[in-house]
Each structure stands twice: as structure tokens, then as C-alpha cells.
């Protein structure tokens, strides 16, 4: 049993369905089940959506019919017969959902996000599955929120791994191929829930744990996991093997090939993930296992922009103890700041932050009241894993050093 997984990327237009079709048959699909995304930015156009009906605006309406015209374009070209009854499916999909949109009485953000959300999967499934029936690639469309069961906390909702084993193990057939969509599961009432942005990956992972599948293969627009993201930097190096525990820091400490929640059911059973090209599909990849760290061991630049520094001291030349430490902790705590360095001396406490939530600004009012506050914006911050002094100098060339931390295998930088 192996799980393939296909990103909204590689399935933007008709050329992407036909691409996947054709990584099946280049690859082979034989006890295989494909995870797919919505189509290209679906996602994001619904929740463009989302916010027109929560805000009440005029676009409402036009948004909503972005997202028709997107997807009548791709049927349109994978279809030549407009009597074909995909078209018919496809336009009760977007009823069902206009109807939902009409109907609705909660006043639950999240909770609306996920009903209307999770349609993007269900019409990208839905199109796939028929395209790939009519070329001889028979497979079974299946409704994912039969299988995931997790709770209501809506947008990111948690596994309910007991009850998810317990459907996928008998009601899953393996033989055939099969197709459906990442992101969503339901609740205890059946009704949608989705697993955080980009979760597509985490998808393929729980089936993979729950099926004790052989491998997971995640499709992308790279020829693998690379050594640094090609759009800052030259050279990006193909790695050819990764171990779970590396793959999770480099995760963690921002790289962003693969939802980070993926990893660890994988590891627990230890089913090989491989990334590789959808262009390349017979390309060997990434293979993410338990044997090797990292080959080759070379060292990995993970970048994340549009960072803040805090930098704090006391006010009245007092050493920062643990009380105010865990004051700041808190607040941080409070504003939903996601911390990414920190660094403490005497008199002073550094951190660098993601003000993912825009509460900079309140932090800070609230931060001024207690310290003495220097704060940088719009900075970088730098991670190299396994660096050397090459890698070190080539991040900090021509960029102001605003502060530096180094672990035995690990050097933060954050510059401006
Ligand atoms: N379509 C969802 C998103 O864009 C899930 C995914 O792509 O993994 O976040
Ligand atoms: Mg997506």
C-alpha cells in the first residue's frame, strides 16, 4: 500500500490533471491512494469568500464566482463534451454551497470557514476522479470526512486517531485505487472540519499510519527537499536523504516543504516519505527515513522575513530575573506571538518574533509600561543547521548583524 499525495500546485489547470495522470502511469498506482488538494489558490479565493459574507460586502458574489470560472475553465479543457455529467456534479457542488452560504445562521467563524472551505477538496476530487475514470484509470472517489473523525475545534481541528483507525481499517478498501481529498475530516456530527493550512500532507500521513502503508510520495513543483529555498538563494542543493528527526528541526525552525505535523506518524511506524518531482516523476527525490541525518552533510539555510526584534532591559538597570522573564513570557503568550530566538544576558532580554497576528503593537504599549523597549522591524532571520564558516559569512555579508546565537549544530542570525 502506498499513499501519494498531490499539492493544489501540481493540479492549477487541465495540463496539472493530466500531469498527475500521467505520474500514475509512469510510476505505477497499484494499491495506491491519492490525497489531493484544492486546485491551485482555491483555497485562498474561498477564503476570500469567507470574509465577503462575513463582512457583508458587495464582492460577495463576485468572489464566489472567481471561484466558478476557475473551475468551469479547467472542465472545460479536460472535458470536450459539456454534457459530460461532471458538469452537472461540479454545479451542485457550488448549489450546495451557495445554499449553505444562504441557509447559514452561525455566527462562528471557524466553523463557517471549515463548511465552506472544504469544498475546494470535494470539487478538485470530484474533477480528478471523473477525468481519471474517462482515460481507463478507474478508481473510487471517497469522502475522507467518512474516514477522519476529529474534534470541533474548527480550522485546525485534532485527530481522534482511535475512531479514524477504527473506519479506516474496515471500511477502507485497498485493492482498488482510490482518490480523496486532503485537509478535511468531520466531528462527532458530521460536519466538516479541516486539519490548519496546508494539511494535505498531514492527510496522507495518518492514512499512511493507519493503513501501515510502505511509503507516502509527496508531488511537488522541486525536484525534492533542497539545502535552501530557491527564491533567496543560488545553488540550492538536492537532498538526497533526511532523517525524520532532522527533517522535523528543519521543519521547526521554518523550512517549509513539509507540514510539520507529517513527520511524526510516520516515524512511529517508520514509513519512508519521499519527495519528488511531478515533473520528474521517475526521479529518485528526497527520501525521509530512520537510517541517514542528512547526505548529502551539507549545510541547510532556512530564511523567515518579516521578522521582529524585541530587545528589552530593565528600567531602572536591574538585572532581568526570572520573574520578568516569565511576565514576558506570558505576554508574549497573551498576543500570540510565535517566538523563534530568544536571548537573555544580565540586563538584558532579545527576541525575535512572527507577529503572525498583528498584535505587535499592543505587545509593545504593554512591554513600554515595565522595560525599556528597542524594537527592530521587518528583519530576517537565518537558521543554517550544520554550518560551517563559509555558510555563516555568506548569510551575514553585506546585512547588519542584529543578533547571533550558535548551538553545536544550529547558528540563528537575524539581520536587517
Ligand atoms: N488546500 C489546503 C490549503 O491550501 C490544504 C493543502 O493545500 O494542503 O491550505
Ligand atoms: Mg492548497
Not at 513600554?368 to 523597549?373: E, G, H, I
Amino acid at each position: 500500500m502506498q499513499v501519494f499525495k498531490f499539492g493544489g500546485a501540481s493540479i492549477k489547470d487541465a495540463e496539472g490533471v493530466k500531469n498527475l495522470a500521467s505520474v500514475l502511469h509512469k510510476v505505477g498506482y497499484n494499491n495506491t491512494l491519492v490525497v489531493v488538494s484544492a486546485m491551485g489558490k482555491t483555497t485562498n479565493a474561498l477564503e476570500l469568500v469567507i470574509k465577503n459574507y462575513f463582512d457583508k460586502t458587495s464582492e460577495l458574489q463576485s468572489s464566489l464566482q472567481d471561484v466558478i470560472k476557475y473551475h468551469n475553465a479547467v472542465l472545460i479543457d479536460l472535458f470536450d463534451n459539456e454534457n459530460h455529467p461532471i458538469f452537472q456534479k461540479i454545479s451542485l457542488l457550488f448549489k450546495e454551497l451557495k445554499g449553505f452560504l444562504n441557509t447559514n445562521k452561525s455566527p462562528d467563524y471557524n466553523f463557517v470557514y471549515d463548511q465552506v472551505i472544504g469544498f475546494g477538496e470535494l470539487i478538485s476530487t470530484a474533477i480528478i476522479s471523473e477525468y481519471l475514470n474517462g482515460i481507463e484509470l478507474k478508481n473510487s472517489w471517497i469522502d475522507v470526512r467518512e474516514y477522519i473523525k476529529t474534534d470541533n475545534y474548527y480550522r485546525s481541528a485534532h485527530v481522534d486517531w482511535e475512531k479514524t483507525q477504527k473506519l479506516i481499517k474496515s471500511n477502507f478498501k485497498r485493492s482498488v485505487l482510490n482518490i480523496t481529498q486532503g485537509f478535511l475530516g468531520s466531528d462527532s456530527n458530521n460536519f466538516t472540519t479541516t486539519l490548519g493550512r496546508e494539511g494535505s500532507d498531514y492527510t496522507a500521513a495518518i492514512f499512511a499510519y493507519c493503513l501501515n502503508a510502505n511509503r507516502v510520495t509527496i508531488w511537488k513543483d522541486v525536484p525534492g527537499v533542497l539545502n535552501a529555498d530557491p527564491r533567496y538563494f543560488e545553488n540550492a542543493k538536492l537532498l538526497n536523504k533526511i532523517s525524520y528527526r532532522e527533517a522535523i528541526e528543519l521543519a521547526f525552525y521554518g523550512a517549509s516543504v513539509i507540514h510539520p505535523k507529517t513527520l511524526q506518524p510516520l516515524q512511529r511506524k517508520e514509513i519512508p516519505l519521499f519527495v519528488k518531482s511531478f515533473l520528474n516523476p521517475e526521479n529518485t527525490g528526497t527520501r525521509i527515513g530512520k537510517e541517514v541525518m542528512l547526505d548529502p552533510m551539507i549545510p541547510c539555510f532556512i530564511v523567515k522575513k518579516n521578522q521582529v526584534l524585541i530587545k528589552l532591559s530593565s528600567l531602572d538597570f536591574s538585572y532581568i530575573v526570572e520573574e520578568n522573564i516569565s511576565e514576558i513570557f506570558n505576554l508574549l503568550h497573551l498576543y500570540k506571538m510565535k517566538v523563534d530566538v530568544i536571548q537573555n544576558s544580565a540586563i538584558s532580554f532579545s527576541v525575535c518574533v512572527d507577529n503572525i497576528y498583528n498584535n505587535l503593537e499592543k505587545l509593545l504599549h504593554h512591554l513600554k509600561a515595565k522595560f525599556k523597549v528597542l524594537c527592530h522591524k521587518n528583519v530576517s532571520l537565518y537558521t543554517i543547521r550544520h554550518y560551517n564558516d563559509k555558510a555563516i559569512s555568506q548569510i551575514e555579508a553585506d546585512k547588519t548583524v542584529l543578533l547571533k546565537q550558535l548551538t553545536q549544530e544550529t547558528v540563528q542570525v537575524v539581520t536587517k
